[in-house]
């Protein structure tokens, strides 16, 4: 008994600790810091890159995407050196629900796309690159920030199966999902085709 509570004492630590790295709001921070405005009253109002880039700077952007991922990889790659592959797997999970519900901002944050990707590229490799090279080649056809983060989440269980990553499907299936629900309006309006394209403001 006291091992077993002994480990489940470190993955809930390991949880607390990738909810904290994952609550981190860097677009909000960079985009006052550079003195961009208020990115809650800019375009969606929301955290992530896509909404950063509204503020008309890509490097304020950029900056979000790599701080937003490295996050998720920071939390995922820590808990594997310290704890073990499934205290990577509940520190991913845990910073990407921390990104999406910061408790900093009322747990109203970003959908996750960044952080999901680069919880993927530490989690499994082949499987991170390959969501990543999903969002790209959408987004190059569709020029849709939103349709290319739900073709990259659907497809990273698909990726995790065919690459031969079975430890990562169960995680990929739980974040896509979350991904989709996130996503809830951006659904709505591109069944309208009324979902805005990729730096249109």
Known sequence: MP???SAAAILLLWAVIGYMLGSIPFGLVLTRALGLGNLREIGSGNIGTTNVLRTGSKAAAAATLILDGGKGAAAVLLARSL???DAAQLAGLAAFLGHCFPIWLKFKGGKGVATF????????WPVGIACCLTWVATA????ISSLSALVA???????????GYPAAILLALLLAAIVFWRHGANIS???????PRIGQK
Not at 117 to 124: C, K, N, R, S, V
Not at 153 to 163: E, I, Q, T
Not at 189 to 195: I, M, S
Request: aromatic letters at 6%; a negative charge; hydrophobic letters at 65%.
């Open 153 to 163: 989440a659907l497809a990273a269980p698909l990726w995790a199966y065919v690459l």
């Open 140 to 143: 190059a056809v569709s020029r």
């Open 3 to 5: 091992l077993i509570e």
């Open 117 to 124: 990707l680069g919880l993927m590229l530490a989690l499994a």
């Open 189 to 195: 309006r591109l069944l309208a085709g009324t979902e």
């Open 83 to 85: 704890a073990g592959e």
